[in-house]
């Protein structure tokens, strides 16, 4: 999975209540340790292990200095060899696609707007980090983030403050969490990502109806083609 690159985090703007500035705070009392660092590897091995994951989201922003905020729904692709699709449904309808050094932006009508990255670093190195995210790669986190890790149960949490110069510059903290397999569970999954910005704003994720397809269909490969 290591070729998912998920820039669109903080491109994509949505709402979120304004309690999500201070829900889930207490991970960062529990750093990664000897002993809770096998659990932590395991769940990130696990987040890895699919080519493609489908499913729904939610994506939220509080924008801090105008004390609104703002919500978008719709549907998201991760693709190891390809990218990551932010197919958004409402408020109003666009397809986000984010590869390795581009970013594809669709309207309903089929027209595209191309962002090419290639040799802007910062974006590139932006890019590698914030892919692992998604996609449980334990080591780009333990290099680029100091980390925090709690479980009960299924459910899990882990806590990133960034270490790396390119992510400190917009996110201050990242929260997310999940479930491990179990209880109807067959693999890890994320349920939830906030990503705490320097100034103020907090975007959330929300996702659900996780499936794991295997391959893309004909109509999903055309979310990554040029034209």
């Not at 703007?13 to 991970?27: K, Y």
């Not at 390795?100 to 191309?114: E, L, M, N, V």
């Not at 290639?118 to 980390?147: K, Q, Y």
Request: proline fraction near 4%; hydrophobic fraction near 40%.
């Amino acid at each position: 999975m290591k070729h998912i690159y998920c820039f669109s985090i903080i491109l994509v703007v949505a709402l979120f209540p304004a309690r999500a500035q201070t829900e889930g705070a207490e991970i960062f009392s529990r750093p990664l340790d000897g002993n809770t660092r096998s659990r932590f590897d395991g769940i990130c091995a696990d987040l890895a292990k699919n080519p493609v994951i489908k499913g729904g989201f939610e994506q939220t922003k509080i924008i801090s200095r105008l004390n609104r905020s703002l919500v978008s729904r719709g549907d998201f692709i991760i693709a190891a060899e390809l990218g990551m699709v932010w197919d958004t449904k409402t408020p109003f309808p666009s397809t986000m696609t984010v590869g390795r050094d581009y970013i594809f932006q669709s309207t309903p009508s089929g027209a595209k707007t191309r962002l090419d990255a290639r040799g802007n670093e910062t974006f590139l190195r932006l890019a590698d980090t914030i892919s692992a995210i998604f996609t449980g790669n334990s080591r780009l986190l333990l290099e680029n983030f100091a980390v925090y890790f709690a479980e009960s149960g299924n459910s899990w949490t882990i806590g990133l403050i960034p270490e790396e110069k390119s992510v400190k510059l917009f996110a201050s903290r990242i929260l997310m969490s999940g479930e491990s397999g179990g209880g109807g569970i067959q693999t890890a999954l994320i349920r939830d990502i906030t990503l705490y910005e320097q100034n103020g704003d907090v975007i959330s994720y929300r996702l659900s109806n996780h499936s794991y397809p295997g391959n893309l269909s004909a109509r999903e490969r055309t979310f990554f083609a040029p034209q």
